[in-house]
């Protein structure tokens, strides 16, 4: 890559055989320059330790940005006290682990009210998550919120229902977001449309300020926009199609940004992966 504006490229890894051997072995199979993994079950609750040499390695290396996914179970908006409880220790988990891999960010879902007022989910984050934000050190992790789809009592799911958010945790410094293509364009931004990247991005920029903006997840869209399905589809397959990627590699507020594609292909080996990574730096490097 040839500056620091240049967007890395690279993928959700594998980790078999250990945190950084597995997922640094993967990150080579499929040519990436950036990494995202989890550092827990992604469907569970446990909140594992780490392994101290799997931990250095990966911290002491400087030439793959790494960041942490939280898990899917993850709520801030739930109306269950057991459920914002695990939830709150299951964030605290991974920014720690994320500290202890080196990580610049952890991504988590910006997550649903259920059955209570959105006016109650808000206020609840107020109060339990901003002091969470207040624990991270000054040398991070970033927490990086990720609007979904659009399903359901979704808190957030278009760039400008990350206004509220945002002000509910007082824009704290720590605070970043990672947008989603597929569940950007799932909820209605037609990143597809003419224009249609740079109205996303001007809403957002708009909605939470410039430099924000922290990762992408680039992932093309089984369904058409405004589906409010979260289904992914390798890069120029979808409904999206390479274009807009194109277009989001270069646009001047996703410079530098890593791009992390979260596609269909592990099964295979990682080999659609690989090819979805050769796509993006193609439209990045043209």
């Known amino acids: 890559m040839s500056s620091s504006s240049t967007s890395p490229i690279g993928g959700h890894v594998l980790v078999s055989g250990g945190l950084a051997t597995g997922g640094l072995k993967y990150?080579?199979?499929?040519?990436?320059?950036?990494?995202?993994?989890?550092?827990?079950?992604?469907?569970?609750w446990a909140l594992p330790e780490g392994r101290a040499a799997e931990d250095a390695r990966l911290r002491d290396q400087d030439e793959i940005p790494v960041f942490v996914h939280s898990p899917y179970l993850v709520n801030f908006g739930t109306p269950s006290e057991a459920t914002l409880e695990k939830s709150l220790a299951s964030v605290r988990h991974s920014l720690d682990r994320g500290r202890a891999i080196g990580a610049r960010g952890v991504v988590v879902h910006t997550g649903s009210a259920v059955s209570q007022s959105y006016d109650a989910a808000m206020k609840q984050i107020h109060e339990h998550v901003l002091p969470l934000l207040d624990e991270i050190p000054d040398d991070g992790p970033d927490?990086?919120?990720?609007?979904?789809?659009?399903?359901?009592?979704?808190?957030?799911?278009?760039?400008?229902d990350l206004g509220a958010y945002f002000a509910a945790l007082e824009h704290h410094?720590?605070?970043?977001?990672?947008?989603?293509?597929?569940?950007?364009?799932?909820?209605?931004?037609?990143l597809a449309a003419p224009g249609g990247v740079d109205a996303t991005l001007r809403e957002l920029v708009d909605t939470v300020g410039t430099g924000r903006l922290k990762l992408v997840h680039a992932n093309d869209s089984k369904d058409v926009c405004g589906s409010c399905k979260d289904r992914h589809e390798n890069i120029g397959a979808g409904h999206i199609g390479e274009a807009p990627f194109a277009e989001l590699l270069r646009h001047p507020e996703a410079a530098g940004v890593p791009f992390i594609i979260e596609t269909p292909g592990r099964e295979e080996g990682g080999e659609p992966h690989r090819r979805d990574i050769e796509t993006l730096k193609r439209l990045r490097d043209a």
């Open 173 to 190: 410094p720590r605070l970043g977001v990672c947008l989603d293509t597929c569940h950007a364009f799932a909820a209605g931004h037609d």
């Open 143 to 160: 927490l990086l919120l990720e609007p979904m789809a659009g399903q359901g009592a979704m808190l957030c799911a278009k760039a400008r």
């Open 27 to 44: 990150a080579a199979r499929i040519g990436a320059e950036a990494i995202q993994v989890f550092v827990a079950n992604p469907r569970g």
